[in-house]
């Protein structure tokens, strides 16, 4: 140890004594490699950065896009539908989705999955497995077969066996795809030419296959599976179950977490789970409009109704944007959402009204099932414009529950289309080569027995899928019925502008039966015996003779009467824009022959829809000039700025003013005494109408069915300055079917409530009518009847009822009843109260001086037209007099006050005690 210790001391002085030179040579060397390995390095990273900018930039954008820069599609909520006052009609809702990757499903957990979506939401569990990992078990197979199935495994086996043979694999792999093709042969609705036609392509193909393909077994399945990424478990789902199934996940990943930090094992079943949001459209009003409207379905797919029509304004547009993922999939803006990218497609303004759309609902639905009736529609329309007020169809269902509605409906769509399939086979059938061998020495037979069967089960099905009209169907425009006698107005209009008789002309009745004496010998008869030999025009509407309008169309000739019809917009569609709008049914003149012309004049052989009656009836009520039907007026922003409106056009004219004016007149006659409409009647308009009993075709042969009817009526109010057109159809009523009786009630109180919703007066007494809804005009006509008063204290001191002397009478016309018992105990006197609402009429002039405790009878009148007097009293018992008589001061009751004595209310009871 000691000599290791000297022979470093003796080596140290060697270390020590080296020249400076040496060792700063040593270091700079050092320094000098250290710097070129830096510079070396710096620069092969600025080389790799400038091959990566450069030469590679391009391929390494590209691939950081596909891993985590996606370019989203930011769709605009739907626009929303109004009303003409901008009530919601029709809006897009926030809902949810559950949706899944069956990818990343594990099979053991599916079972799991489902149970607690089920408990959540009340999913099907056996369905939501299946979506999640498929079916497991092959459902049973009857294996009963009929003549056809056993030709049918004899013909797929041996194929089978073939191929099976050729590739050298078990026929055990073909066994279910044989037993489903045996079962989709036996049943009825797949029972189709190609399955036919796979039989025999299958025994050639088994004969030749060796030879024409070169392929491995794994290319013959017959049902390759290609993996789904993605499944819907449930849609439409709202904030609170969403929120449900999100906190039972979250539990889930917490409850895992502290297993797996205790050292277990443990999968959460809704790991794979999403929860995804979508719009959903949703109606506020339920029932209300709700053919117009249409439907949308899933994926904001419009389906039908206005919905449809302006699908392109609605479904609003698409806007791109680029975002960032990250590993957990969340998205981050890269440039933010564009300023001009508006997040909700405009609003479209329908021409509706929503109180008169339900109060046409409500009557509709009441006329229809008061007659028994299978449907019926009703519409409004505004005479100046053409704007439709209302549409409405009976029967309806709640649009926000359409699927249940469709559900119940698919067995007729299922049944129709397998009667469809059925017939095209029947006929393929018959000339199939097979049929001999599938029935031998009985094919003809069997075909025949077929045919018959078929036409059997058609014409059951087709009875019963009448009664059950299809409530998404708006049957006033997409339906053309036979109008009947209410195109007798038009054959009118026509005979009166073309001037071809005298308006005092007169037609022949020949005691209710017209002999035309043509080729087929056939008689046109009336409903009604008539007392007298010949009619003038007015007196054969007002009783709705078919006879004379059949002479009066056979006067105009049918090349005329078609041109007028023609103008007045049969046959043609209206321009209105509705989907499936019909365009009804009107030949041409020059096809007619000459009882078709007289048919045609009193509403047989043309087919109309009522959008088209209505517009007509709306020309005539016009002075002769047809508009374009209107059902939408606008189309809006999200900011209520207006893009796009509609304004009334004028299509053209039809006939001359003086001859609609003239019609409109005549039409006043049907619903007076006499008239075949007189439950049409509106005490505050006078009204101009049609009463209209078509008989509709038989289902399945040719001719009028013997029960099958529409009762129709149709008018417009007020007559002198008409403002608006209603059309009301009930369709086969049952019992009583004349369109006077099933359909002018309705008529009338659609007619009513809708003047009053527009605050239209009363030709018979403005002062009385009352506007509901527009405050102006409400504030002017209160203004009218109710005269400026002043108080009775700045006049004449209150008296004491008890003490001698004469008091002044108050004016209490315009006040209410309250006012008028404050007024009366302000001067000390009694009043009689009749009627309710405001005070309209006193027995005792104003101001003057009567003794005091007299007693005034102040008359009330309702502020709502149409509504009943009711008998009021005074305050207290007092002694009634009969109806007449006059009262303590001498002055009798008003003639309206003198009601029959059996409609008066008993006197009232006295309370205790003298007053």
């Avoid at 079917?737 to 009630?745: D, E, F, I, T, W």
């Avoid at 009847?785 to 204290?793: E, K, Q």
């Avoid at 008296?799 to 006012?819: E, L």
């Amino acid at each position: 140890m000691t000599d290791n210790r000297k022979a470093r001391a003796s080596r140290a002085p060697d270390k020590l004594t080296r020249p400076p030179e040496t060792r700063l040579t040593s270091v700079r060397r050092r320094m000098i490699l250290t710097g070129l390995g830096l510079f070396v390095g710096i620069l092969a990273a600025f080389t790799q950065i400038a091959v990566l900018q450069t030469v590679e930039a391009d391929a390494l954008r590209a691939e950081a896009a596909r891993n985590y820069q996606r370019t989203m599609a930011l769709d605009d909520w739907r626009g929303d539908i109004t009303d003409r006052d901008g009530q919601l009609l029709a809006v897009d809702v926030h809902r949810w989705a559950v949706t899944a990757d069956p990818t990343h499903v594990d099979p053991a957990e599916a079972p799991h999955a489902a149970r607690i979506l089920g408990e959540l939401i009340g999913v099907d569990v056996g369905e939501t497995i299946d979506k999640l990992v498929g079916s497991r078990t092959d459902s049973p197979i009857d294996d009963t077969a009929d003549p056809a199935t056993r030709f049918a495994r004899q013909a797929v086996r041996p194929a089978a066996e073939a191929v099976a043979a050729i590739f050298e694999f078990p026929v055990s792999r073909f066994e279910r795809k044989m037993r489903l093709l045996e079962y989709f042969y036996r049943m009825d609705q797949l029972r189709t030419r190609g399955i036919y036609q796979l039989v025999d392509t299958l025994t050639r193909i088994a004969e030749v296959t060796a030879k024409a393909i070169n392929a491995g077994a794994a290319s013959l399945r017959f049902f390759p599976n290609r993996g789904k990424r993605f499944v819907y478990l449930a849609r439409d789902i709202d904030d609170d179950a969403a929120r449900s199934i999100y906190d039972a996940r979250q539990r889930l990943f917490e409850e895992c977490a502290r297993v797996r930090d205790e050292g277990g094992e443990c999968t959460n079943p809704l790991a794979a789970i999403q929860l995804q949001p979508e719009p959903h459209r949703y109606y506020p009003k339920r029932e209300l409009a709700t053919q117009f409207l249409g439907l949308v379905g899933t994926n904001s797919h419009a389906l039908d109704g206005i919905e449809r029509a302006m699908d392109g304004v609605l479904a609003g547009g698409h806007h791109l944007v680029e975002v960032i993922r990250d590993r957990r999939g969340r998205s981050m803006f890269l440039d933010g959402i564009p300023d001009d990218a508006p997040l909700a497609a405009p609003a479209v303004e329908l021409t509706l009204d929503q109180q008169i759309q339900a109060l046409a609902e409500r009557e509709l639905h009441h006329a229809c099932l008061a007659a028994g009736a299978r449907a019926g529609y009703a519409i409004v329309m505004a005479v100046k414009t053409g704007e439709v007020l209302a549409a409405a169809s009976f029967p309806t269902f709640n649009p926000n529950t359409y699927r249940e509605f469709y559900e119940d409906r698919q067995p007729l769509v299922d049944e129709r289309e397998v009667l469809a399939q059925k017939r095209e086979d029947l006929n393929w059938a018959a000339t199939w080569p097979g049929l001999k061998n599938a029935f031998p020495g009985s094919a003809g037979v069997a075909i025949r027995e077929a045919q018959a069967s078929q036409a059997r089960e058609t014409n059951a099905f087709i009875e019963y899928e009448h009664h059950y009209p299809n409530a998404a169907r708006h049957s006033a425009l997409q339906g053309a019925y036979e109008p009947g006698s209410i195109m007798k107005v038009f054959t009118l209009a026509a005979w009166l502008d073309s001037a071809i008789h005298p308006l005092s002309w007169r037609y022949g009745l020949m005691d209710g039966a017209w002999h035309l004496e043509d080729a087929e010998d056939n008689v046109i008869h009336d409903d009604h015996h008539y007392d007298v030999e010949s009619a003038d025009v007015a007196y054969a509407l007002k009783t709705s003779s078919n006879i004379v309008f059949g002479q009066m169309g056979v006067d105009l000739g049918a090349e005329t009467l078609w041109k007028y019809l023609d103008a007045f917009g049969f046959g043609q569609a209206t321009g209105s824009g509705f989907p499936g709008e019909s365009a009804g049914r009107l030949r041409h003149g020059s096809e007619w022959k000459l009882v078709e012309t007289a048919n045609i004049a009193f509403g047989q052989g043309i087919s109309a829809t009522g959008l088209q009656l209505v517009t007509a009836l709306a020309a005539l009520a016009n002075g002769g000039v047809r508009m374009r039907p209107l059902l939408v007026r606008r189309v809006v922003d999200a900011e209520g700025r207006e893009l796009r409106r509609w304004d009334p056009a004028v299509v053209g004219r039809v006939v001359s003013e003086k001859a609609a004016r003239t019609t409109l007149d005549m039409m006043r006659g049907v619903v007076e005494p006499g008239g075949t409409g007189v439950k049409a009647q509106i005490p505050e308009y006078p009204v101009a109408g049609k009463t209209g009993t078509g008989q509709k075709p038989h289902l399945r042969m040719r001719g009028y069915a013997e029960n099958m009817w529409v009762g129709t009526f149709f008018g417009v109010a007020p007559v002198d300055e008409p403002e608006l057109a209603v059309l009301v159809l009930v369709d086969e009523p049952q019992g009583k079917r004349y369109g006077g009786v099933v359909a002018a009630p309705a008529f009338r109180e659609i007619m009513r409530g809708a003047l009053r919703r527009l605050g239209v007066p009363s030709p018979m007494d403005a002062g009385k009518q009352v506007a509901w809804i527009d405050p102006e005009t409400l504030a002017r006509r209160r203004a009218i009847v109710a005269p400026v008063r002043r108080r009775l204290s700045a006049e004449a001191p209150p008296v004491d009822p008890g003490a001698a002397g004469d008091v002044p009478v108050p004016d209490f016309r315009g006040s209410t009843m309250d006012a008028v018992r404050r007024a009366a105990a302000e001067v000390g006197l009694l009043v009689h109260l009749v009627g309710s609402g405001t005070a309209r009429s006193q027995d005792l002039s104003p101001q003057t001086r009567v003794p005091a405790g007299s007693e005034v009878t102040v008359v009330f009148e309702p502020r709502a037209p149409g509504a009943s007097l009711a008998i009021g009293t005074a305050a207290g018992p007092r002694e009634r007099r009969p109806p007449g008589q006059p009262a303590r001061d001498g002055i009798a009751l008003p003639p309206a006050l003198q009601a029959p004595p059996a409609l008066a209310p008993p006197a009232p009871a006295p309370l205790g005690g003298a007053p």
